[in-house]
């Protein structure tokens, strides 16, 4: 069974910087494009991030400049840099996968369950 875990969320000050990481595990065939998606209190999910399969690296307009994914094939991770965070950045970070659950089979949507990142001095 496929699964996403989260992990690297915390307070931050303005400012500072924050790292949050993504593992993949259980059977997995192949991993297509990998996201990051975050959901502030009442606001609803919103797209932050994407890295595809072959590398190309796509941003949100608030994000751009601050914000860096990245992923490591070998170890089926996902990355989140976080510099220079805003208190509008404070949300639940969400991990997103495209995976091949099965050999032979297609594409997947798996979510994580994800982390919590506050920005507050």
């Known amino acids: 069974q496929v699964q996403l875990v989260e992990s690297g969320g915390g307070l931050v000050q303005p400012g500072g910087s924050l790292r949050l990481s993504c593992v993949a595990s259980g059977t997995i065939f192949g991993i297509g494009d990998m996201d990051w998606y975050r959901q502030a209190p009442g606001k609803e999910r919103e797209w932050v991030a994407r890295v595809s399969r072959a590398g190309y690296i796509y941003y949100s307009d608030s994000v751009q400049g601050r914000f860096t994914i990245s992923r490591d094939n070998a170890k089926n991770t996902l990355y989140l840099q976080m510099d220079s965070p805003k208190p509008e950045d404070t949300a639940v970070y969400y991990c997103?996968?495209?995976?091949?659950?099965?050999?032979?089979?297609?594409?997947?949507?798996?979510w994580g369950q994800g982390t919590q990142v506050t920005v507050s001095s």
């Open positions: 997103h996968s495209e995976i091949i659950p099965h050999y032979g089979g297609g594409y997947r949507n798996y």
